[in-house]
Structure formats: C-alpha cells, structure tokens
C-alpha cells in the first residue's frame, strides 16, 4: 500500500502515473461528497478536474510538502473551497466587488477556528508525556502500523500497545478539553 507522503513525492517528480491513480481512486467519493452541495453533475466534474489541478500545482509549488492530514482530507478540501466559490457564484450582471460572500466569510471564520484549534493541540501535546507522543506520532503522523510501531518501540505485544495508544489518545483529548474550560 503506497503512503500519502509517498504518493506527494511522486507527484513532486511529475509522476503522471500517480496522478492519474489519485484521480481515479477519489472522484467517486468525491462526486458522492460534492452532491450534497446540490450542484450539477456537469459542475461536479470541472470542480473535481480543478481540484487535482490545484492539488498538482500545490505540490509543484511547494505550498504542500508535507501532509498534515490524510491525501483525501486535504484533496477534499480544496474541493469544498470551490465547490462554496461555484455555489457562491454572481447569476446576475452587475459587480459585487465590494461584498464579502458568505464563502469567503466561512473562509475566514474556518481559518480563525482551524488555527485556535491548531494551538490548542500543540499546547496539549506539548503536555503529554514523551512516550505517547512517540506513539502517536508513529501512527498518526507517519502512518505506521500496530506492527511496525511495536517492533520500533519494543513492545512485548500489540496488544499492550494497543492499550497504550488508546490511553495516550485518551490524555490527549482529555488535555484539549481542558484547555477549553
């Protein structure tokens, strides 16, 4: 099974081959996501078509080196951004230069919540104890398996392991709410 980060590589050498593969494998579950935004068909395969682009060029640009998230989260949301730009559309003749769209809105508003939460994160992990970041982290972040970690970390066996990821995740969230009270 080919790694998110791996397949970002790829596409940084310009593998078309990738490319296509990622094409393939997502537009069905983007076509699926993007209907219940209620808009055509037709506009759902330009959206789509765009949104590769955009994530080709982001690679080719350096914008997007690393993932912080999943291919298909990140792919998905560039596609949301342009799907609430086309739905956001003017369909009548004169200019709306000066109102900010309710997309745009939701763009700022998004951003500000995405970031707080960012920071809360950071200051929850920070509080977490060394091991359980390398847990996590391990599975989480670099996409290792029950498997690979426990044979990293020398764990006497997954499930031992297991029980530690789900108390470290645990700690973790427990952190967060914290920081919200």
Known sequence: MVKDQDIIDS????????????????????????RTFSIPTNDIEDIYQE??????ENIQNN??????SSLKTYLFAIGKFKILK????PTFPYSQDNVILVSEEMQ?????????????LKKSWAQLGDKC???????YYKGKTLD????????SSKDVLKSQKSRCLKQLKELVKKTHE
């Open 108 to 120: 700022v508003f998004e951003a500000e919540v995405n970031e707080e939460r960012q920071k809360t």
């Open 51 to 56: 949104t590769i682009i955009s994530l080709y």
């Open 11 to 34: 596409l940084k050498d310009n593998d078309q081959q990738v490319l296509d593969e990622v094409y393939r494998k997502h537009k069905k579950s983007f076509y699926l996501f993007a």
């Open 63 to 68: 914008k997007l080196s690393k993932l912080t």
């Open 86 to 89: 086309q739905l956001n559309k």
């Open 133 to 139: 970041q390398q847990i996590l982290e391990l599975y």
């Open 148 to 155: 690979e970690i426990q044979k990293d970390l020398n764990y």
